[in-house]
Each structure stands twice: as structure tokens, then as C-alpha cells.
């Protein structure tokens, strides 16, 4: 198995969608973020059923995305649809990462947690993993602008209730 650094594992988490994440119509505003190339690669979902691509591409902007191939996006209605672009951001501290359908009208990003790490496996190799958290969708804010949605995020992300913890997902990358 490959030896891979605890940051690729980030990206994981990316691929995989649980639970029923909020949803907004603005993105997190954020800047200065850029593809992690340890990130890019072959992940398999929790119960190693799929395996999920992960590469990098650029908007209209030329701003550096993640593409993500899944054939099924548990938690969403967009299980038609198997291309994602995604964008990291880190917020207060906390790393967020939010998933979209660049040709949809109107765009809608799905918002989660994202953490990572490493475990030992039964031989001693350490094994990254990427932690997915959805954002509650029974949140009932929905900021009309980028540096509204940073902005009450930062200021209420150690709220109970503002992460769905019972849809958190762990993966590992292949």
C-alpha cells in the first residue's frame, strides 16, 4: 500500500457525499486557494464499492478547481450527474470545501467539514483518511452574497446543531 501524506487525504473527502448537506446559491467567498496536487488521485468510497477520480481543472477565471468524477452522490438529488467541481476553503481555522455543477442554472454548492489525517492499519502503514462532515441543511440562513455566507460561517460554526454529525463519513484514499 502506498504511503501517503495525512494533505492528500483532504481532497478525499471531496468525492464523498453523505447525508442531506445545505445547500446555498452563493459560494463560500474565499481567496487565494489552490489545487493541492497531493490531493489528486483514486479514492474509494467508505465500503470500497466505488472508486471516485479526482483531478484538478480551472474555471472561466482561470482558477484552479477540483473535478471530481463520482458515479453516485449519496445525499443529493444530483445522483444523475457523475462531474463535480469543488473549491477548499479554510474559515476560522476549519477547512471547508463545497461541491458543485458548473453548467447548472442556478448553481447550487453542497457544504462540508473537511478534515484529515492518518491511521494506523493491522501492519503498521499509515493509511490517510478524509473526514466528511455535511453542513446542516436545517439551517435556515441562506446569505445572498460570497462574503455573507464566510462571514456567518465563521461566526457560527461552533454552534450545536451546525454540523450534521450523524452523516459524518470517513474514506480512504487508494
Known amino acids: 500500500m502506498k504511503n501517503i501524506t495525512s494533505s492528500s487525504l483532504l481532497f478525499l473527502s471531496l468525492i464523498f457525499f453523505t447525508g442531506c448537506p445545505y445547500e446555498s446559491l452563493v459560494p463560500i467567498y474565499c481567496t487565494g486557494t ?3 496536487k497531493k490531493l489528486l488521485g483514486e479514492y474509494l468510497t467508505g465500503d ?3 472508486t471516485i477520480k479526482v483531478t484538478s481543472t480551472r474555471d472561466a477565471m482561470g482558477n ?5 468524477n463520482i458515479p453516485d452522490l449519496p445525499g443529493t438529488d ?11 476553503c479554510v474559515i476560522g481555522g476549519t477547512k471547508f470545501i463545497q461541491f458543485f455543477h458548473p453548467d447548472d442554472e442556478p448553481v447550487i454548492y453542497y457544504i462540508y467539514k473537511l478534515e484529515s489525517g492518518g491511521v494506523k492499519d493491522e501492519v503498521g502503514e499509515k493509511l490517510p483518511y478524509v473526514r466528511l462532515t ?5 439551517i435556515k440562513t441562506h446569505p445572498k452574497y460570497p462574503e455573507d455566507l464566510r462571514d456567518y460561517i465563521k461566526d ?6 451546525f454540523f450534521t454529525v450523524e452523516d459524518e463519513e470517513t474514506y480512504f484514499k487508494k
Open 48 to 50: 470500497n464499492d466505488q
Open 64 to 68: 484552479e478547481l477540483y473535478a471530481v
Open 134 to 138: 455535511p453542513m446542516s441543511q436545517s
Open 34 to 36: 489552490k489545487v493541492d
Open 78 to 88: 444530483e445522483n444523475k450527474k457523475s462531474y463535480w467541481e469543488a473549491k477548499v
Open 156 to 161: 457560527h460554526q461552533k454552534d450545536t446543531g
